[in-house]
């Protein structure tokens, strides 16, 4: 593999910013395109079009992390690869999903992966303190999956109505195995990597992006861990919807498609 690696921010199952892709660059199957969660091509089991126009207008390799707008119960049912080192779901021939936790070496590029994110909205699904009380306590995915019962309802929301397993995942937080699996993933090649590459980003970049508004969740914090304990050269994540460098090393990315290397 000798080609070039693109990132970008939250597609939500958008194809039109690929035309001027296309348009503009000489793109080869070599060339890989990074895409920083809720990509939206994997959605409706039996409408693969959406699928079949991106590798139209990108002819060599889509990866996604995953964000918390994602039909979980799709992705997670599909066959896990060994794919540069790391363990992916394979989507089609082209097309993939990155796992949580992993270490993936492109050219020699070392790339760690870490998706999932809280949805923004999701305070809307508690409609009493308790009731919310119980989401915030359970942020992450329980060893008891008990602690979720009381949120089997419609979950309304400002902007929409949400049923589990139809329209809203729990897996769109991570397990603390999967954290621990990340953190001996980095153990393992010696807290160095020269990408990371996630949905959401550390506390201390949110903190920043938001002028000290967005309130850090376990996730965040996680991802804050990461970012003392590892070198790296430069963290991509999405999730908010802005293109924004937000220090010399961590940038969230939502429109911008930018190569890498």
């Known amino acids: 593999m000798t080609g070039r690696i693109f990132i970008t921010g939250d597609k939500h199952g958008s194809l039109v910013p690929f035309f001027g892709l296309a348009q503009r660059n000489e793109l080869t199957p070599a060339d890989i395109l990074l895409i920083a969660g809720d990509a939206g091509y994997v959605w409706r089991e039996h409408d693969s079009s959406p699928l079949t126009t991106l590798q139209q207008l990108f002819p060599g390799t889509v990866a996604f992390v995953d964000g918390n707008h994602e039909n979980f119960t799709r992705l997670n049912s599909l066959p896990i690869e060994e794919w540069h080192g790391g363990r992916v779901h394979k989507i089609r021939e082209h097309v993939i999903h990155l796992m949580r936790g992993e270490m993936f070496d492109l050219d020699g590029k070392m790339i760690f992966t870490f998706g999932?994110?809280?949805s923004h909205d999701i305070d809307?699904?508690?409609?009493?303190s308790a009731l919310k009380k119980d989401y915030t306590a359970g942020i992450l995915q329980p060893d008891d999956p008990l602690i979720y019962e009381?949120?089997?309802i419609l979950r309304t929301t400002n902007c929409c109505a949400r049923i589990e397993?139809?329209?809203?995942w729990r897996s769109e937080m991570p397990t603390?195995?999967?954290m621990l699996h990340g953190l001996e993933t980095l153990?393992?090649?010696?807290?160095?990597?020269?990408?990371?590459?996630?949905?959401d980003g550390p506390s201390s970049?949110?903190?920043i992006l938001g002028g000290g508004l967005l309130s850090p969740d376990p996730l965040n914090q996680y991802l804050e861990k990461v970012k003392k304990k590892t070198s790296y050269n430069k963290w991509f994540f999405g999730h908010h919807h802005v293109d924004r460098q937000i220090t010399e090393k961590d940038s969230v990315?939502?429109?911008?498609?930018t190569r890498i290397c």
Do not use: C, M, P
Request: proline share 0%.
């Open 116 to 118: 999932g994110a809280r």
């Open 124 to 128: 809307g699904f508690a409609t009493n």
């Open 150 to 152: 009381k949120l089997k």
């Open 165 to 168: 397993e139809v329209s809203w």
């Open 176 to 178: 603390r195995l999967e």
């Open 187 to 199: 153990k393992a090649h010696n807290w160095k990597t020269d990408f990371i590459f996630s949905h």
């Open 205 to 207: 970049s949110l903190e």
């Open 253 to 257: 990315i939502y429109e911008q498609i």
